[in-house]
């Protein structure tokens, strides 16, 4: 993968927001920061409020709220935010949001939205392990993206394996790019 094979020319820092909500949130927090001061890369980290996201009626979305008002404030007037989300991630969101009934041209995350970019959105996560292994890199799962009674995980680990058994869905939907639904969008206008 030539994403891969590049290197950032762009200077870069590292924003962690831990969420608090998970006994190993603190030594995930450690291991990023020895990391970024191994390699020589700026390193901001913020702790969200942990009561607010449980008592709120969504967890995850005031997880979210939190942790893009925290990267949204540590961003310069050329910054972007950058995240790791990947084919896998792509496919869960499409799912869902064909079950929340979002119309056609809404069911893809974008690559770049605004100042958030995410230029991994057709390496499947498989590929990104493999990549990290072979570089020595140290995996770490968050242990909560087990718990299938949140609706992403219960998509990711039951509906997804059920889809697949059929089609690999990740081929057929994850990895289409924005490109791909836009040509198509086109061409379904000017037949």
């Known amino acids: 993968m030539e994403f891969f094979?590049?290197?950032?020319?762009?200077?870069?820092?590292?924003?962690h927001?831990?969420?608090?909500l998970r006994a190993t949130s603190d030594e995930e927090e450690k291991l990023l920061r020895e990391r970024c001061r191994e390699i020589g890369v700026i390193f901001?980290?913020?702790?969200?409020?942990?009561?607010?996201?449980?008592?709120?009626?969504?967890?995850?979305?005031?997880?979210?709220?939190?942790?893009?008002e925290f990267l949204h404030a540590n961003l310069g007037d050329n910054d972007l935010v950058v995240t790791a989300?990947?084919?896998?991630?792509?496919?869960?969101?499409?799912?869902?949001?064909?079950?929340r009934g979002y119309p056609e041209n809404s069911l893809r995350m974008k690559r770049?939205?605004?100042?958030?970019?995410?230029?991994?959105l057709e390496i499947p996560k498989a590929e990104i392990l493999k990549q990290s292994e072979n570089r020595g890199l140290r995996w770490i799962e968050?242990?909560?993206?087990?718990?299938?009674?949140?609706?992403?995980?219960?998509?990711?680990?039951?509906?997804?394996?059920m889809m697949m058994e059929r089609r690999n869905v990740l081929k057929t939907i994850g990895l289409r790019s924005d490109v791909d639904y836009a040509e198509e969008s086109a061409a379904d206008r000017n037949p």
């Not at 094979?5 to 924003?15: L, M, Q, Y």
């Not at 968050?142 to 949140?150: K, Q």
């Not at 609706?151 to 394996?161: A, D, M, T």
């Open 17 to 20: 927001f831990n969420h608090k």
């Open 44 to 68: 901001i980290a913020e702790s969200g409020d942990p009561q607010a996201m449980r008592s709120a009626p969504s967890l995850e979305a005031e997880a979210r709220r939190q942790r893009y």
């Open 85 to 99: 989300h990947h084919a896998n991630d792509q496919l869960e969101t499409v799912v869902m949001r064909l079950m």
């Open 5 to 15: 094979r590049n290197k950032c020319v762009r200077p870069f820092k590292v924003a």
């Open 112 to 120: 770049l939205s605004g100042r958030r970019y995410k230029p991994l």
């Open 142 to 161: 968050d242990e909560s993206n087990e718990d299938v009674s949140h609706e992403r995980n219960w998509v990711r680990h039951k509906l997804i394996p």
